[in-house]
């Protein structure tokens, strides 16, 4: 199924739990390690809309949740960037390494945990452009 961002966002996100769970190295990248993370798609000057905000909780090598959250919900990092760099992220165009070395996407959270963890989030990424998405802007 296709789904459309940001309009099909919470659906999008069920679609992401289960991709990230079925990549065979997400289970490895992600053992003995529990973070909740937001990630934020922001307005630009494609898309005026309002912040959409994903909450995907890791546990010990699984994604028990990955979710639209309310913008004041707690999480342990946090990932926020233009919905232009989503969009050019999810299509597989730009690096999320790269990216927030860059400034494109700011980082929030230990960065120290984030950087022995980049594969993680290497396969939350690579999950997320492996659902079948339309964008609406």
């Known amino acids: 199924m296709t789904y459309t ?17 079925d ?34 909780t890791v546990a010990d090598g699984t994604c028990t949740e990955a979710t639209v959250a309310d913008p004041d919900a707690d999480y342990d990092f946090a990932l926020r960037g233009p919905y232009e760099a989503w969009v050019a992220m999810l299509e597989g165009e ?3 390494s790269e990216s927030v070395m860059n400034g494109t996407f700011d980082v929030e959270g230990n960065t120290m945990t ?13 999950a997320a452009q492996n659902v079948d998405t339309e964008f609406a802007y």
Do not use: C, K, S
């Open 114 to 126: 984030l950087l022995r963890r980049q594969e993680a989030i290497t396969e939350m990424v690579a």
């Open 94 to 96: 730009l690096d999320v």
């Open 5 to 21: 961002l940001p309009a099909d966002a919470a659906d999008w996100a069920t679609a992401w739990r289960d991709r990230i769970n």
């Open 23 to 56: 990549r065979d190295g997400f289970e490895t990248a992600t053992a003995d390690f529990d973070a909740t993370f937001r990630f934020e798609l922001r307005a630009d000057d494609t898309y005026d809309g309002d912040p959409v905000n994903f909450r995907v």
